[in-house]
């Protein structure tokens, strides 16, 4: 009985070394998690992940030493690997120093970093390093999942060329296509502009317009430039005022509210584009 004991004492020990790195990854007292400000997004839609790490491993902690201190992976359905797209947009540039007993977060955005865009369900993965230890920390995953957005009826006229831009020697401009969408993402409707290249199958930009209420077909009309003006109902008596160029910035933001008058687009004689009827307010945001 004794020998048998002092074997099993032996094999212990031999293995002990090797079990060390795990026995205090499990220990360091350091958590990770992920968490999403949306859990359900249209294809190309920027995602506004967040990763919160709190310290509790009795020694300050050193973030972003490199470019690699945190590595993603995104699973597809079936738990497939998602493609990378070949971008290290997604890193942070910066040293950050995590004091014993705080904590820190830090905000990424892996839609031009990985090939989400197909529908489905989806989970982000991670693993931070530190400077000081070996081993790595799994972060707390986080899922979510693409949806399409159903397109209005009333869609602004195009392609339209970008009047900022000139092709090489006599040729045109490049052309855009913008196109309206909506999506019922977890109850709540939303509107979205997607900008594409001439043919429509490559996004340039998917810009989020707010709020929709779907009783009301937005009011929608090109002005000289080719910039896009968009009014559409938010609820029963607010309105969203947008103008959209042809590089996808927004260029104004308003919000009016109904009065005796339903607020409405019009068309000048210059080509200009105006809201009439309703008052302008500031709104909360």
Known sequence: VKVGFMKRIVVWWALLPGLLPLAQAQN???????????????????????????????????????????????????NRPVPELGTNQVYIEGETKLTEGSSASRDFNLTP???FRQPGHYTVKGTIKFPQ?????????????????????????????????HGPGNQPPPARIYILEKSDAMGSMKLYLRLTDASGSQTLRL???????????????????????????????????????????????????????????????????????GARVVSAS
């Not at 999403?36 to 919160?52: A, C, G, R, V, W």
């Not at 081993?135 to 009333?154: D, H, K, M």
Request: aromatic share 10%; hydrophobic share 40%.
């Open 113 to 115: 970093c990985f090939d």
């Open 28 to 78: 360091m007292a350091v958590s990770a998690a992920f968490s999403l400000e949306q859990k359900q997004l249209l294809p190309d839609e920027k995602m506004y992940l967040k990763l919160t790490i709190e310290n509790r491993s009795g020694q300050d902690l050193m973030l972003g030493a490199t470019s690699d201190w945190i590595t993603f992976t995104v699973l597809g359905e079936n």
């Open 207 to 277: 810009i989020p317009l707010g709020p929709y209420f779907s009783y009301s077909d937005p009011d929608v009309k090109l002005d000289r430039y080719n910039d896009l003006h968009v009014l559409h109902q938010t609820d029963a008596k607010a309105f969203t005022y947008c103008v959209i160029d042809t590089l996808g910035q927004i260029l104004e933001r308003q919000t009016y509210q109904y009065t005796d008058r339903r607020p409405a687009l019009r068309a000048d004689a210059d080509g200009g584009v105006t809201v009439a009827g």
């Open 133 to 165: 230890w070996p081993q790595g920390l799994a972060v707390t995953p986080v899922s979510f999942s693409i949806v399409n957005g159903i397109r209005l009826a009333n869609q602004p006229p195009g392609p339209v060329g970008v009047t900022l831009l």
